[in-house]
């Protein structure tokens, strides 16, 4: 079977989308075989047929265990705007995932479904990592989705250029000062950009975040009730800042392209032409599966942080319902996200199920992660499928062996992608011209972030 002829995946093309949303209204679940019919996101359109055939081997499982509920699986990436569309349209999958830092946004405008009853009766809400239940948890104290994975942010880094270089890649750099002159020795000993940093696309503004809380700082406070305070401009960014000039104007090894996102850094990372970087710790299967990274290659370990109360920041995604559904299909979605995406990490025969299946396809297994249960689990869980971890877990031990001793810190909340979208240019600014005004670029920063937070 592949992607193509599996009769229950489906891609809707915008054509399709305005037909659904003329006829749908809300999801009623029915189907002409009298079961619940359930729709839900399956893939970014253009994943590979392995991920197709993983997924049908799953929903072939949850179907003999759920007789009245037929799955539906449907071709979905979120966006703001397409989410808007569909909301309106009634063309929403009746389960999908959105980001952690959209989240409180979408459940604070009343666009998802509280399922606080079903994630009690389910009885785990005392499992989760509780910053990573707050993503999902409303002023009222209702939870509006199931955390479902989550990352922190680590150092990658190409194990072959630090053997050109004369480092060793099974020692990686534990402070930024080491990560500053292995950047150097790799450029000077390769040609190649020793340390790369995303500048656009809200890529920088993420990662700069990123940097000023391993330096201690923090881009935001408060909360929804009582609004947001934007601050920026704090010794934790000056200092992320001022790392970049100087790896880029002093030791010049930063290479020559400055206009990087989450895709190109991953595109030139996986061609071998970039030394280290900083981006989720998840990010492994999309290097190899997606741009062709030679896993030999690959190293992790954990962000260096230093500063007052340095941490790593983190994110993820979260299940949801779409409001639009009615009881019956609700009751089918927190079903399938029970057993599709929380009962591998809590029950050893669906974790072990999910992780043969995923294995079968081809698919990675074992990529780090922020878990978002406690540690306990956690570990017990990777015990669970170690026969089928297909990832080159020794080339990640600097990682697996210090994440649990660094500060979790959620990403901030208000207006998280638009605010990220600004700092790209203060990024881009420190990267291109050697007599950028830093201390002035914040003062501006926090100004505008600010105007955005008191709209």
Request: net charge negative.
């Amino acid at each position: 079977m592949t992607m193509t002829s599996h009769r229950k995946v489906v891609a809707f093309t915008a054509a399709a989308l305005v037909a659904v949303g003329a006829l749908a209204g809300c999801s009623t679940g029915g189907s002409s075989s009298g079961k619940t019919e359930l729709r839900v996101a399956t893939f970014p359109p253009g994943a590979d047929a392995a991920a197709y055939e993983a997924f049908a081997t799953q929903e072939a499982q949850f179907e003999k265990e759920h007789t009245d509920i037929d799955v539906i699986g449907v071709e979905y990436e979120w966006t703001g705007p397409t989410f808007a569309v569909q909301l309106a349209g009634g063309s929403l999958p009746d389960v999908f995932t959105v980001p952690f830092t959209d989240a409180k946004t979408l459940l604070e405008n009343g666009q998802l479904m509280d399922v606080t009853e079903e994630m009690e009766a389910l009885g785990y809400t005392d499992k989760f990592n509780p910053i990573i239940l707050d993503a999902v948890t409303g002023a009222d104290g209702h939870y509006f989705g199931f955390p479902r994975q989550a990352y922190a942010m680590g150092l990658h880094y190409n194990r072959h250029l630090f053997e050109q270089a004369g480092l060793d890649p099974d020692n990686p750099p534990t402070t930024w000062d080491e990560v500053r002159a292995a950047a150097k020795a790799i450029a000077d000993a390769t040609g190649k950009a020793g340390y790369a940093q995303m500048t656009m696309n809200n890529t920088g503004g993420w990662q700069l975040t990123a940097a000023t809380v391993a330096h201690g700082g923090r881009t935001q406070s408060g909360d929804a009730e009582h609004g947001y305070t934007s601050t920026i401009d704090n010794p934790g960014t000056v200092a992320a800042l001022e790392f970049l000039h100087d790896l880029r104007w002093e030791d010049d090894s930063m290479g020559s392209n400055f206009l990087l996102d989450w895709g190109t850094i991953n595109q030139e990372f996986a061609a071998g032409n970039i030394g280290m970087y900083t981006s989720g710790s998840d990010v492994y299967t999309a290097l190899v599966r997606d741009f062709g990274m030679d896993s030999a290659q690959y190293g992790l370990t954990v962000v260096p942080t230093d500063g007052a109360d340095p941490g790593t920041l983190g994110g993820g995604d979260i299940a949801v319902v779409s409001p639009m559904v009615d009881e019956a299909t609700k009751a089918a979605a927190v079903k399938w996200i029970d057993w599709y995406y929380m009962q591998k990490l809590l029950d050893e025969d669906a974790a072990k199920a999910d992780a043969k299946a995923l294995s079968d396809a081809g698919q990675a297994v074992g990529t780090p992660v922020l878990p978002v249960l406690d540690r306990e689990t956690y570990e017990l869980s990777r015990q669970w499928i170690a026969e089928y971890v297909n990832v080159p877990v020794e080339q990640m031990r600097p990682f697996f062996d210090s994440i649990f001793t660094q500060t979790p810190v959620a990403e901030p909340k208000g207006k998280t992608q638009e605010i990220y979208a600004l700092l790209d240019s203060v990024v881009q600014a420190v990267l291109t011209d050697e007599n950028a005004d830093i201390p002035a670029l914040l003062a501006r920063a926090d100004q505008d972030a600010q105007a955005l937070l008191d709209q």
